[in-house]
């Protein structure tokens, strides 16, 4: 037997039509398990409603500031050990490199030009062999290649514009 919407009816305050009122009172005639439901509910709201004892109010907010207080202090220690944690085994991990850093300016000074060299001479091979590329690759592809080429980087482009521009839409029309 569905229950469903004649429990819905019986725990919901919303007042009924009278067609779902004559649906529910036939289904209360038939299911035990409804009736008792119904029965509950009409206890429960015939019950007198008890006032909290005086001061409940100041009470609770005090109690409710007081573990406010306490959560926060306790979220507050433990990002501190968490951070303190991270930067002890941070440090753990770096102390040889560090000392051998410090030990010895020459040396890290000589592998700092060292770098800045490589990747410079790195930077100016990249370059040299995409002028290459640039030079050879027209040779390869022919004109309708190019046109296929450039028309799917187009439609990539304009998919990208629309989904942008419909996406700010849905945002401007979500703050709103």
Known sequence: MNH?????WLANDQPLTNEQKRELQIH??????????SEVNLELRAAKMAAPAAGFTARFQSRLAAQRVRE????????????LGGLGLLGWHLAPYL???????????AAFVNFFLTLFDMLRAIGDLGSIFLRVLPGFIPPL????????LGGFAL???VSLWRFARLMKGSQQ
Do not use: Y
């Open 145 to 152: 290649g190019w046109m296929i080429i450039l028309s799917t």
């Open 159 to 161: 998919l990208w514009t």
């Open 99 to 109: 000392i051998q850093f410090l030990a010895s300016p020459a040396g890290w000074i």
């Open 72 to 83: 926060r202090r306790n979220r507050l220690i433990g990002v501190l050990i968490l951070t």
């Open 4 to 8: 469903r919407p004649f429990e819905d």
């Open 28 to 37: 209360l005639k038939d299911c035990l398990h409804c009736a008792a439901l």
